[in-house]
């Protein structure tokens, strides 16, 4: 049965989206552990569960099909920046913030990095029900926005992070992802953030009342975007030691900060 809470269930849309990109035909998507999760969701779920996640996904089949593409060359290139930084580090530390059901380990191939997982407790309780044992990495079941999680992740050092926050910052209000940026700048060094975010546009006006309509009508759900970026380099404001080196744009951004070091130049 899922019983998570209305932000909670962004990531059973971003599960299904990711599902229907996986068994559309003739598309390079390839993500197995996506669809075995979505079989288990549904086997565990009630009649009125599995019409809510088979109606969602008629849409993303449907009305929504823009969003499958859009979501999975997102996965994509976090997959690649990933297998990137593992291959710059291979003994490092990968954090996945806001995780969901995300199956990113699945998809990497090394045995030396560390990877965890965090995300709110409801979320992680539902992963690891219907996965078990099949989960062997760390998990932590508590929000980005409680800081405490550095102290458990930085028990062995802090410095070797690849740390990621993938469609997260958008749904944060501005001064959460601010003093989230800080607090990680603060606690870690040599380490890399990455993180993708929408227009600033649609945080306000017109364009924000386009986007809670359009969740409302689409998905039934009271959605805004809180968290926007204007100009990538705005954010070396928020904290010292904090430099943005790299920065792309698509349907938003995708921003790479280098925290204490300077891991590449700006494209």
Not at 27 to 37: G, R
Not at 88 to 97: A, E, F, K, Q
Not at 248 to 261: D, R, T
């Amino acid at each position: 049965m899922i019983e998570l809470s209305e932000v909670s269930k962004t990531s059973i849309l971003t599960l299904i989206c990711r599902a229907v990109g996986a068994e559309k035909k003739g598309y390079s998507f390839n993500d197995q552990k996506t669809l075995e999760i979505y079989d288990l969701l549904c086997a565990s779920s009630t009649k009125p569960e599995r019409h809510w996640i088979g109606s969602i996904k008629k849409k993303f089949k449907g009305l929504s099909r823009k969003s499958v593409k859009i979501i999975c060359n997102r996965v994509e290139t976090f997959d690649k920046i990933t297998n990137d930084f593992i291959e710059r580090n291979p003994s490092g530390t990968i954090i996945n913030l806001g995780c969901g059901f995300d199956t990113r380990f699945w998809r990497i191939r090394s045995e030396k990095y560390r990877y965890i997982e965090l995300d709110l407790p409801e979320v992680m309780s539902l992963k690891a029900g219907l996965l078990g044992e099949q989960i062997n990495y760390e998990c932590l079941g508590i929000s980005v926005l409680d800081t405490s999680w550095i102290d458990e992740v930085t028990k062995k050092g802090n410095e070797d992070f690849l740390i990621l926050a993938e469609g997260l910052f958008m749904y944060l209000q501005k001064e959460e992802v601010v003093k989230l940026i800080q607090v990680i700048a603060d606690r870690f060094s040599n380490t890399e953030l990455v993180f993708d975010s929408v227009h600033e546009k649609y945080t306000q006006g017109v364009w924000k009342w386009f986007t809670n309509w359009n969740w409302r009508m689409v998905f039934d759900m009271d959605f805004n975007y809180t968290y926007g970026v204007k100009n990538p380099l705005e954010i070396e404001g928020y904290a010292k030691g904090i430099k943005v080196t790299s920065s792309n744009k698509y349907h938003g951004h995708l921003i790479s900060l280098g925290i204490n070091n300077n891991l590449r130049q700006p494209q």
